[in-house]
């Protein structure tokens, strides 16, 4: 069976200690490969490999050297674009029609755009005046962080690792990347488009394992590591946060959401629903940006509700290489048990169930697999746990209001504040209400609509920091200021 290795200086290694454990696609429930955890030792080797990069060839390149080689391995991912499509398709299980348009060519964009983005971005310069009249000059010069860990989920694997590992490369940091241990196969891939590039050997690492007292713990408590970046769950992100304290290393946390969407009476439904069904089904709905409380006014609530069963309903649960289907299962099944109660949940508090709810059936190559179905709900109170917490799962809870000032009452009702939907065509009312919303990302008529060059971070306990475009480089980089008297 294929077996996972770690990737430390530029080379495939695996565990000194044997450990491995089993990778499994969760289409059909099927083992596909047994993945090396990391100890330690090998933690420790990739942190060492990382420094010594940082220390040589990696950073004495010119930023011009630098940028040219992300160039390559973004042609890099391009080039092997269908195994890079397969691998990430087998780990997660998602239709390839959703990864070939969104998970594998923002891999390959995650490093051209912060290649191109580095290279044209300005630092302040402020004159002074000094007693002795001849003056001082300040000017700032950024400088590399040092060696950055990356943990990463497994909702996007290859999309939301590199949006960490490009910008981090392009500032001239090292990596050492723990991928979710769902998740290995386009991080560990990405060791060989790596070393075809000409990355030089210890800039790229990767540690497979798991979170609590494995890979991801050891390499957060590592002193060596200077910064730390993950997307995940808010409660890794405070465990992490606690790591990160011991050293006082800085971290950049994107984390947990329970995203509303408000539907206004005034919307055109039809791009309404096709949003909102976007935002709540696609990638099986594991996306921390997708919509779990839907807000609708009242005099089109009926008529929203029955159009968007009607969508539920009209997706085609299919196995990744299926060309028809656009929903996939969840990525595990231990992910399921997790959906699966809040479905019950939801049953036990007297919700009404609009579609789904429960496990469809399959053809039995598939049976194994992580199916759940697209599931709508009406009914529940503010206060129930399936309108509070976070579900991340195929559904959504829809809910009436009367008045602008409700709807943002109830938007802004839990601790979260990732991001937000908005739908009118009141211009006004879509710029007031944007405004009041507490998220740190807000769309207006549209949802997954993603410039890189803007800033992308969550509000509340949605997160810590914002990353994308120069805001990338506040976290990847020191600023320094360097003050010449004159
Ligand atoms: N993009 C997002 O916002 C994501 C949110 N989630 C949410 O989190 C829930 C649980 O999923 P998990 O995979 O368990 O998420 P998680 O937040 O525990 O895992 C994400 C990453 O963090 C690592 N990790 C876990 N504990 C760690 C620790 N103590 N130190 C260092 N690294 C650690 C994991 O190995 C993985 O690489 C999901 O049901 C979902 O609600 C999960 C994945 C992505
Ligand atoms: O477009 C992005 O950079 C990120 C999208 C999605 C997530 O961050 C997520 O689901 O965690």
């Given at each position: 069976m294929k077996e996972i290795k770690h990737f430390i200086n530029g080379q495939y290694v695996g565990s000194a200690s044997g450990k491995l454990f089993d990778n499994v696609n969760p289409a059909n429930g099927q083992v596909i490969a047994k993945i090396h955890e990391a100890g330690e030792a090998e933690v420790d080797a990739a942190v060492k490999a990382a420094r010594a990069a940082l220390k040589g060839p990696w950073g004495k390149m010119s930023v011009a050297e630098r940028t040219e080689i992300l160039h390559r391995v973004a042609a890099g991912i391009t080039a092997r674009f269908d195994e890079f499509l397969e691998a990430e398709c087998q780990d997660t299980g998602k239709p390839k029609s959703l990864a070939s348009h969104i998970d594998i060519p923002r891999g390959a964009a995650n490093f051209s755009v912060f290649a191109d983005l580095v290279k044209n971005v300005p630092t302040e310069a402020f004159e002074m005046a000094t007693p002795d009249g001849s003056g001082a000059l300040n000017y700032g010069v950024r400088?590399?962080?040092?060696?950055?860990?990356?943990?990463?989920?497994?909702?996007?694997?290859?999309?939301?690792?590199?949006?960490?590992?490009?910008?981090?490369?392009?500032?001239?940091?090292?990596?050492?990347?723990k991928p979710s241990?769902?998740?290995?196969?386009?991080?560990?891939?990405?060791?060989?488009?790596?070393?075809?590039?000409?990355?030089?050997?210890?800039?790229?690492?990767?540690?497979?394992?798991?979170?609590?007292?494995?890979?991801?713990?050891?390499?957060?408590?590592?002193?060596?590591?200077?910064?730390?970046?993950?997307?995940?769950?808010?409660?890794?992100?405070?465990?992490?946060?606690?790591?990160?304290?011991?050293?006082?290393?800085?971290?950049?946390?994107?984390?947990?959401?329970?995203?509303?969407?408000?539907?206004?009476?005034?919307?055109d439904l039809d791009k309404a629903i096709e949003g909102t069904l976007r935002s709540a089904f696609a990638n099986c709905g594991q996306v921390c940006l997708g919509t779990e409380r839907v807000y609708v006014q009242r005099p089109i609530f009926d008529a929203f509700v029955a159009r968007l069963k009607a969508g539920a309903e009209a997706l085609t649960i299919g196995e990744p290489n299926d060309p028809k289907a656009n929903f996939g299962p969840l990525v595990s099944h231990?992910?399921?048990?997790?959906?699966?109660?809040?479905?019950?949940?939801?049953?036990?508090?007297?919700?009404?169930i609009v579609t789904g709810g429960g496990v469809p059936d399959m053809p039995a190559h598939l049976a194994g697999g992580a199916w759940v179905q697209p599931t709508i709900w009406t009914g529940l109170p503010d206060d129930s746990p399936v309108v509070t917490e976070e579900i991340f799962g195929p559904c959504c809870h829809i809910r009436p209001f009367d008045t602008e000032e409700e709807a943002v009452e109830l938007a802004n009702?839990?601790?979260?504040?990732?991001?937000?939907?908005?739908?009118?065509?009141?211009?006004?009312?879509?710029?007031?209400?944007?405004?009041?919303i507490e998220a740190g990302i807000v769309w207006v008529n549209s949802w997954f609509l993603r410039d890189l060059r803007t800033a992308f971070g969550g509000a509340k306990q949605s997160g810590i920091g914002r990353e994308g475009g120069v805001h990338s480089l506040e976290f990847y980089t020191e600023l320094k200021n360097v003050c010449v008297k004159l």
């Open positions: 400088r590399p962080k040092g060696v950055i860990g990356v943990i990463s989920p497994w909702n996007l694997p290859l999309l939301l690792m590199t949006w960490k590992v490009g910008p981090a490369l392009a500032c001239g940091n090292t990596v050492v990347v241990e769902e998740t290995p196969s386009t991080t560990a891939l990405l060791g060989e488009v790596m070393n075809a590039a000409g990355v030089p050997a210890g800039v790229y690492n990767v540690v497979h394992g798991f979170g609590g007292d494995s890979a991801g713990a050891f390499l957060t408590a590592h002193p060596d590591v200077d910064g730390i970046t993950f997307t995940g769950e808010t409660g890794t992100g405070e465990t992490i946060m606690r790591a990160a304290a011991k050293g006082v290393r800085q971290v950049s946390l994107e984390l947990g959401g329970k995203n509303a969407g408000i539907v206004f009476a005034d919307a231990k992910h399921r048990e997790k959906v699966l109660s809040y479905y019950q949940k939801a049953q036990d508090e007297g919700a009404t009702s839990l601790p979260y504040g990732l991001a937000s939907a908005i739908w009118t065509e009141n211009a006004s009312r879509a710029h007031r209400v944007a405004g009041q």
